[in-house]
Structures are given as C-alpha cells and as structure tokens.
C-alpha cells in the first residue's frame, strides 16, 4: 500500500503514549507531519534530515527480544529501515525483516511505541521518527541475517540487555511492552 503523510499522521495518532517523553516525541511527530508533504529519505545516509524509520522488535514467548549488533551504529539494536518513498511503514517493517533477518513473518499491525532521535554513527548522523513494531516469533525460527548490516545477532533476555550498548530509548520500550 502506497502511504503518505496523511497515512503516517493516522499511525501516529493511534499511539498511546507510555509516558512524558513519548507524548513529547509524538507531539513534535505530528507537528513535523503537519509541516511537510514528505517524510522518506530520499538521499543516503540523510537526505532530508528527519525521515521516517520502522523498527522491528522480534519477541519469544518468554519476553526475551533479539537484537542485531549494528555495524554503523555501533549499537545493539532491533532489525529495521527506512520507510522508502510512499511505502507504508508496516509494509516496511515486513520487507525490513524478511530482508535484514531472512523471516517471512508479520509484524503487530500497528506499532507500539514511536520515537525520534538523533542517530549517531561512522556516517553522518540525522533524525529517525521511529515506529517500533512488535514480531511475535519462535527464537528458534532460523535466521539468515545480513552480514552486511551486523557484526552478528542475539537473543537477549531483560535482564542481559546492556543499555549503554543499545538505542536510548529501548529501555522506555522494553517497559511499554511489558506493561
């Protein structure tokens, strides 16, 4: 399905925030959708400067999550990417997993959290609006992931996960996930 800013704004909007900063990064969302009639990267590594990501969150029956180790970021992070030109970001959270994972799987039809950040890493840093999505799937599901993107991939329980190695606000979404 093709999506515009009109999609992503209805998307956002059915986000229940799970706490001040997310209100805050939802708000600040909405108002940059309001204000552009764009929202993809058209130009690596950050053309525009604010673009549209979708994170894809794999989870196994027991709450541990698998996070891939991000050769550009330098951080554990969940799968995913940016939403291309008029896609959809769920539609993007499919193609991203089946890409950097090597899963035919459907993530949660809508996403659970939302963030915006400044990215960091060996390329020239920008802003993600970030949609993380929820995979509900067996750990023990092969994976061929992209060795091209990640150092390798992990299954970590809550307990493991090292938050100084991971996206800032994993954290803040691990706690929204376990409600």
């Not at 600040?28 to 130009?43: G, H």
Request: hydrophobic share 35%; glycine share 8%.
């Amino acid at each position: 399905m093709l999506a515009g800013v009109g999609i992503v704004q209805k998307i956002v909007t059915g986000i229940e925030p799970g706490d001040t900063l997310e209100a805050e990064h939802r708000s600040q969302t909405l108002e940059w959708l309001a204000s552009t009639d764009d929202v993809f990267r058209r130009v690596k590594p950050a053309e525009p400067d604010q673009h549209l990501v979708s994170y894809v969150v794999p989870v196994d029956a027991d709450g541990n999550v698998l996070l891939v180790d991000h050769i550009n970021a330098g951080l554990w992070l969940p799968p995913g990417g940016h939403v291309e030109p008029g896609e959809d970001p769920h539609d993007t959270a499919v193609r991203e997993v089946a890409e950097e994972l090597g899963l035919t799987a459907t993530p949660d039809e809508a996403p659970l959290f939302l963030t915006v950040t400044r990215t960091v890493g060996i390329d020239s840093g920008h802003t993600d609006v970030s949609l993380w999505y929820v995979l509900h799937c067996d750990r023990n599901q092969p994976l061929t992931p992209d060795r091209g993107e990640f150092h390798r991939v992990r299954w970590w329980s809550p307990a493991e996960i090292e938050p100084a190695r991971c996206d800032p606000h994993f954290p803040r979404f691990l706690r929204k996930l376990r409600g």
